[in-house]
């Protein structure tokens, strides 16, 4: 798992990546996991918005673990300035998940 924390001003284009890997270091195939990634308040108690595959993520090689988040304006835009948390889990569809990335994201004023 990968710890970010990350730095954006609302409604910025913004593209990271990564692998997972499990607790030896060795990475994990995503071929049969499902990744979701959500950005909520900093305990985690209200979501305010959460990207799937194919709904901003990509599965870059899924035998190597290698996944990719891509941010739209529209993803953040909206938002108040702030502080807030986001994870990213992979599910495996027997009530399993996997952390892929995790961390604080700091959201700035709006580019005009």
């Known amino acids: 798992m990968t710890v970010r924390n990350l730095s954006l001003i609302k409604g910025q284009t913004v593209t ?3 692998v997972l890997k499990d607790d030896d270091g060795n ?7 499902t990744l979701t990634w959500k950005v909520g308040d900093k305990d985690f108690l209200r979501t305010s918005f959460t990207l799937t595959e194919g709904n901003g993520i990509t599965i870059v090689d899924a ?7 891509d ?7 909206d938002l108040s300035v702030g502080l807030y948390v986001h994870q990213g889990f992979a599910a ?3 009530a399993e998940n996997l ?3 995790r961390g604080r994201l700091t959201l700035r004023g709006i580019v005009q």
Not at 63 to 69: D, F, L, M
């Open 99 to 101: 952390l892929f990335t």
């Open 27 to 33: 990475r994990v195939d995503l071929t049969n996991l």
């Open 16 to 18: 990271f990546d990564g």
């Open 71 to 77: 941010l739209r304006k529209s993803d953040t835009e």
């Open 92 to 94: 495996n569809g027997n």
């Open 63 to 69: 035998t190597r673990g290698e996944w990719q988040i």
